[in-house]
């Protein structure tokens, strides 16, 4: 199995202890997520030191305050490296009030560019208000207009079965996270069911949304299987077909 996204920086414990954990669980690939400038030389350094190990760099809309062309700079560059697989996460998160819509469009579209010249996959982090859309109408209007040739996966799927078959239809990768496996989680569930095979990743979204059998605990790349396990009896698949499915979506998308 591998995990398409996780914070390691965020994590508890040290790193070295979270990759071992998840390799005896089974799990061969990481990708750790960088959040700004601040964090996104320490996920690059976390990729080149540790085997199985690579990173996303971009700047969260959550944090989009103040984002501009050194930032973007920033981010391009660290692109070169071989360890960086994809730009993100970016989108627009309009559930919080941390940073501006502005700023985060402005932050989102600086990235739909860096991945496009980068020749890298995009991570969308997404999210609304309770029952608005308007994030995700305007992420994929957004991306429809400027993200001609890059490859988008949106990341943690926290929407219904609607959503996931536009996302299909523009070729796009769905990845599900530990709120998959919540009691209460009904839409996600459905939508999981409804993504082409071809198209489905998972993720622990770590430290965050541990899935139900360790929920209340921070979470790590190891837990990914629970997630991966649940995900395998929403689709009506043996584990072991999910994971070939999984592992072969991730080394097409991420380059790994």
């Avoid at 085997?51 to 981010?75: L, Q």
């Avoid at 970016?90 to 941390?98: A, E, H, K, N, Q």
């Avoid at 560019?113 to 997404?126: E, N, T």
């Avoid at 078959?165 to 599900?176: H, L, Q």
Wanted: charged share 25%; glycine share 10%.
């Amino acid at each position: 199995m591998v995990d398409t996204h996780a914070h390691l920086g965020l994590c508890e414990p040290a790193e070295v202890e979270l990759i071992a954990s998840a390799r005896e669980a089974g799990v061969g690939r990481i990708l750790t997520v960088g959040l700004g400038e601040d964090s996104n030389p320490e996920v690059v350094r976390q990729a080149a030191e540790n085997e199985g190990v690579f990173a996303a760099v971009g700047r969260h809309p959550n944090g989009a305050g103040g984002f501009d062309d050194a930032a973007a700079d920033a981010i391009e560059e660290l692109c070169a490296e071989p360890v960086v697989a994809a730009v993100g996460e970016t989108g627009l998160d309009f559930y919080r009030d941390r940073a501006e819509p502005d700023d985060q469009r402005r932050a989102f579209a600086a990235q739909i560019g860096i991945a496009r010249r980068a020749g890298k996959p995009l991570v969308i982090h997404l999210r609304d208000r309770d029952g608005s859309e308007q994030a995700f109408s305007e992420a994929f209007d957004t991306l429809a207009k400027e993200g001609e040739g890059v490859a988008v996966i949106l990341h943690c799927f926290s929407a219904g079965p609607r959503w996931a078959e536009r996302a299909a239809e523009r070729g796009w990768y769905c990845s599900f996270a530990g709120n998959l496996t919540y009691p209460r989680a009904d839409e996600i569930r459905e939508a999981a069911a409804v993504v082409p095979e071809e198209r489905l990743l998972v993720e622990t979204d770590s430290p965050f949304l541990s899935p139900q059998p360790v929920r209340g605990k921070p979470n790590q790349p190891a837990n990914v299987v629970a997630t991966a396990e649940r995900l395998a009896e929403v689709r009506g698949v043996p584990y072991g077909d999910l994971e070939r499915i999984v592992e072969a979506n991730a080394a097409r998308v991420l380059g790994w």
